[in-house]
């Protein structure tokens, strides 16, 4: 397996804070890699998530996304066309009145031919499940909705990665659903690279690696069940764990003999009829 | 409230029936859950439990006021019940968060002592440091913004509080923050309406559930009876909690677990009082 990103003991301070909002971390994100990243509030998520897109720069360390470092303005334009990026809130990402040009919006800005932008726009609202909300205005839909059509704008750039900031946090259960199994199909199915950032740990349990930042720092990374074993101090960083790795922990301290990496309700059930 | 149905943009091709002949009513000092996917009316439903929105169809009666009455003291409706939005720090405008705090009571004609007990007091329920003040709002954490929002709404001394998903972006500790300061509101006796997209909250913690879907209500019961109807829920797009799926599961391999559960907590101990034998002799 080969790195897409690279993020070598990289360190950022926002102008006016005293603090680094990101602390000497060093990460490797693989090719094709479904890569969730946990972390409270204020622990740098965010910010190392505007690094990988290259919106802010590294005050020390080096990054590399596709290869591609963003040493001056066209490298960093390279880094916006192969690494999408998908925000929290759906309304502040809708830039135009109907969904097709809100689609066509980034493939314009990069002067795509006018037919190839058709072309594109229409596979990715197909790709999105949106393409009969092609004429539709973005403010008649839904949370979960208008989220697919801001993936449609990134997919029709035909990235190799799209980060997630936390883009399911505003939406309703089914439209959570949707959109992170509209990440995952992406994943799977084209070989999308994605780093899904979260506080739903029922998403985080799904991916392939889990990355936790705290205070700035990356402070535990391995596979989800590793992680979320960990439960105190997973805890200890304002986090929480599935509620299936939860009982588990409450039953194992009670001195009921059962693993401590369950998460789900299939893996707690077969357990638990074992001990029965 | 009896029959209440509401029509948005009625006549237009956007014609909605958001509402659709609902009818409940909520006693003194419960601790009511909200549920439904998007657009199944919920919103539409609390905004006209404080007269924002006024029946045009059936009856809203708070604490004996009828809301569509002509000449319906709205004033009193409006501070018996609090309504708290979705991401209300997004209506923070203040100076100060003792300005902002004391705003709604000002403009329910409180002043002097009794405006600066109001809101000291507020400020005090939500958790909020009185040196805290005299800040910008502005400067203050998201979690920390949101208690000043409600603080606002609970200076009015309201008897019902109605919160519209009060935990909806924060980060797990906060919304755990935020949860505890919503049974807190409870415990201190206010009468409690908490919409939710979470069935894991409001298993937890409600003592009756509303299901709203299209308009109407599907179910109005306690969690335990509504979480009793996986298919259904799940075929309005809602979900029933992990601890209830596992419970179900359980269940149908023979274990003994009560119907209430509806918690990882009550699940825990359900079953340990069937495991622990078995338990301890593997360890």
Redesign the interface.
């Known amino acids: 397996m080969s790195s897409i990103i690279s993020i070598q003991n990289v360190s950022f301070s926002y102008e006016e804070a005293e603090d680094s909002a990101v602390k000497g971390v060093s990460l490797e994100v693989e090719k094709g890699e479904f890569l969730a990243i946990l972390g ?3 622990s740098g998520k965010s910010t190392l998530a505007k690094l990988l897109n290259a919106l802010i720069l590294p005050t020390d360390g080096a990054i590399s996304v596709d290869g591609i470092s963003p040493t001056d303005e066209d490298s960093r334009y390279e880094i916006r066309t192969r690494c999408g990026m998908v925000f ?1 809130n759906p309304d502040n990402q809708i830039v135009s009145t109907i969904v097709e040009e809100d689609c066509a919006f980034g493939l314009e800005n990069m002067g795509v031919a006018p037919q190839e932008i058709r072309r594109r726009v229409d596979e990715a609202l197909a790709r999105v499940g949106m393409a009969e909300y092609a004429l539709s205005s973005p403010h ?1 839909l ?3 909705q208008k989220q697919r059509v801001a993936i449609a704008g990134v997919v029709a750039m035909r990235p190799k990665i799209i980060v997630f900031d936390e883009s399911t ?2 939406l ?4 959570r659903r949707d959109v992170f199994s509209l990440a995952r199909k992406l994943n799977r199915e084209e070989g999308i690279t994605i780093v899904w950032i979260t ?1 739903f ?1 029922e998403e985080a349990v799904q991916a392939d690696r889990v990355a936790v930042m705290d205070a700035g720092r990356l402070v535990m990374q391995g596979a989800p069940r590793e992680v979320f074993s960990h439960e105190a101090e997973i805890r200890a960083m ?3 764990v ?3 790795t ?2 588990a922990g ?2 194992r301290g ?5 693993p401590a990496d369950i998460m789900t ?1 299939d893996e ?2 077969v357990e ?2 074992r ?2 | 409230m009896s029959h209440l149905s509401h029509v948005y943009m009625r006549g237009t091709p ?1 014609e909605a029936r958001a509402l659709d002949d609902v009818s409940f009513t909520i006693e003194d000092g419960a601790f009511v859950g909200v549920i439904g ?3 199944s009316g919920k919103s539409t439903l609390i905004t006209h439990l404080n007269a924002l929105l006024r029946p045009e169809e059936g009856r809203v009666i708070i604490n004996g006021i009828d809301t569509a009455a002509e000449n319906a003291d709205l004033k009193t409706v409006r501070r018996t019940v609090g309504l708290v939005f979705q991401y209300p720090e997004y209506q923070l405008f203040e100076e100060t968060v003792k300005r902002d705090v004391a705003f709604g009571p000002k403009n329910l004609g409180v002043t002097g002592d009794a405006l600066e007990k109001q809101v000291e007091n507020a400020m005090a329920l939500v958790g909020l440091d009185p040196a805290l003040g005299e800040k910008s709002p502005f400067e203050l ?3 920390q913004k949101r208690r000043v929002a409600i603080a606002g709404v609970l200076a009015m001394e309201p008897q019902v509080m109605v919160l519209d998903e009060p935990a ?8 755990a923050d935020m949860l505890n300061l919503v049974k807190k509101l409870h415990q201190a006796g206010k009468t409690v309406v908490m919409v939710s ?1 979470s069935m ?1 909250d409001v298993g937890r913690m409600c003592q009756r559930l509303i299901v709203l879907n299209h308009g109407k209500i599907a179910f109005d019961d306690t969690p335990a009876n509504v979480f009793s109807h996986p298919r259904e829920l799940e075929e309005m ?3 029933v ?3 209830v ?2 419970a179900i ?2 269940r149908e ?3 003994d677990i009560p119907q209430d559960v509806t918690s ?2 009550a ?2 101990e359900a ?2 009082g ?3 034998k ?3 002799a ?2």
């Open positions: 409270r509030n204020g929290q008649m839904s949370g979960g946090a505003m309703d259960p089914v439209g506080h740990m304002g986090l929480d599935p509620e299936m939860q009982l409450i039953l009670a001195g009921v003999n059962l309700c707690m059930a638990l009829c001990l029965k | 956007f996917h998007t657009g954490s998201g979690g909806a972006g924060l980060d797990p500790a906060g919304r997209h894991e797009g809602l979900d909690p992990q601890s799926k596992l599961r359980l391999k023979g274990f990882v907590a699940l825990a079953l340990l069937q495991l622990g078995a338990g301890d593997n360890a």
